[in-house]
């Protein structure tokens, strides 16, 4: 017995084959797109390879940015004089400071002096934040030196004088040394410095 099909029979059988070519099509495609390396995701690691790195300190030749203290630009008030404590980019490539650099005073035979600065935020000293440094750039951040401190707390004595300060820029373990000479607290306890986070620019008396 013969069976034939009719005319719309027909018609679904011809519309089912074309679409699964259509689908081996796509399919195929797909595959020679991941095969290629076309993945989803390269575009995104490339972005983090884009990343600006950090800056060093730049004692020896691995670091990048070198620190000093703009004493001529002091501003002093009800027993504290602040200072821009300036970081300079000394290499050929940007780099990025995020955050508290840490500052301790040293004397003249390298000792610590005291306790280093604490962290100050808000108000002139400014809030964290991730700032650019080009090459040859400059950024800051405020530091407090607390005279009245030294001058009336009695766990500061005896009083010694700094040679120099030891800076780590933020998010860092190698440090580097910044001229500054002033009175200091030869005992750990008594805060007398502080240090707000990195701020773009130049710091000027203003802040």
């Avoid at 009336?152 to 820029?169: A, I, K």
Wanted: glycine share 14%; aromatic share 8%.
């Amino acid at each position: 017995m013969k069976y034939s099909l009719s005319r719309t029979g027909r018609r679904a059988i011809a519309v089912a084959a074309g679409t699964a070519v259509a689908a081996l099509a796509i399919t195929g495609a797909a595959f020679a797109a991941t095969s290629s390396g076309a993945s989803p995701g390269s575009g995104a690691a490339r972005a983090a390879s884009a990343v600006i790195p950090k800056c060093t300190a730049a004692l020896g030749q691995s670091g990048n940015v070198a620190v000093w203290v703009a004493d001529g630009q002091g501003n002093g008030a009800a027993g504290t004089i602040y200072y821009p404590l300036e970081f300079t980019n000394l290499s050929g490539h940007t780099c990025s400071m995020d955050g508290f650099p840490g500052v301790s005073a040293i004397s003249r035979t390298g000792q610590q002096l005291g306790s280093p600065a604490n962290w100050e935020s808000g108000g002139g000293f400014g809030t964290p934040r991730t700032v650019t440094v080009a090459p040859g750039a400059t950024v800051h951040a405020i530091l407090a030196y607390h005279d009245v401190v030294v001058s009336t707390t009695s766990g500061c004595d005896p009083v010694n004088t700094t040679f120099q300060l030891r800076v780590y820029p933020p998010d860092q373990r190698g440090a580097t040394f910044a001229f500054f000479d002033l009175q200091a607290c030869s005992h750990a306890g008594p805060i007398y410095l502080s240090v707000g986070p990195v701020k773009p620019g130049v710091g000027t008396i203003n802040g």
